[in-house]
T-cell receptor, first 114, second 115 residues
């Protein structure tokens, strides 16, 4: 049983560019959350998708957007990249019917903005 | 808003010594609390969680944590440190009864284990 998979593992972009990160949830999970982890910090909640809709959103600008597909996989898009967007982006999946029971995290995508 | 504070960004112990990582929470409602571990270049792995059942929670790898409402604390302990315990540890809180599994994390504590 595959866990949460994220792609790519590493990415280098320049300021002003756009980036798309991808996540496949654990089998049986229907909810996907995205977190940003800056160097030396704890993860910060970006947003959560359920039933192909954004259900919750953290304190992130509109440059951060996402999408969930019918197969529950998800994408995180960041437009007009800033140097401060450099971070590890973590995807976590869960089952809607088990609130706060357990999130499964992927290994993340390391984004470097030059 | 829920929040957690982790005291000590770096903790160093000798192999075989007691591990104590501190976490205090702020919540207007009874919280769900979690401890996660992160090894280098990896995602987060759940160590244990408190969801209002027993106040002493046992997790994986010999870790446990005690929920103390009077002290608003949820400290993580392990009786005897092992070299493989060296990692970053994060305390997190979740809104009970919220519409999803949104977690608010602390800033983390890096545990070093000396031989």
């Amino acid at each position: 049983d595959a866990g949460v998979t994220q792609s790519p593992t590493h990415l280098i972009k320049t300021r002003g560019q756009q980036v798309t990160l991808r996540c496949s949830p654990k089998s049986g999970h229907d909810t996907v959350s995205w977190y940003q982890q800056a160097l030396g910090q704890g993860p910060q909640f970006i947003f959560q998708y359920y039933e192909e809709e954004e259900r919750q959103r953290g304190n992130f600008p509109d440059r951060f957007s996402g999408h969930q597909f019918p197969n529950y996989s998800s994408e995180l898009n960041v437009n007009a990249l800033l140097l401060g967007d450099s971070a590890l982006y973590l995807c976590a999946s869960s089952y809607q019917g088990a609130l706060s029971e357990k999130l499964f995290f992927g290994s993340g995508t390391q984004l470097s903005v030059l | 808003a829920q929040s957690v504070t982790q005291l000590g960004s770096h903790v160093s112990v000798s192999e075989g010594a007691l591990v104590l990582l501190r976490c205090n929470y702020s919540s207007s409602v009874p919280p769900y609390l979690f401890w996660y571990v992160q090894y280098p270049n990896q995602g987060l792995q759940l160590l244990l969680k408190y969801t209002s059942a027993a106040t002493l929670v046992k997790g994986i790898n010999g870790f446990e944590a005690e929920f103390k409402k009077s002290e608003t604390s949820f400290h993580l302990t392990k009786p005897s440190a092992h070299m493989s315990d060296a990692a970053e540890y994060f305390c997190a809180v979740s809104d009970r009864g919220s519409s999803g599994d949104k977690l608010t994390f602390g800033t983390g504590t890096r545990l070093a284990v000396r031989p």
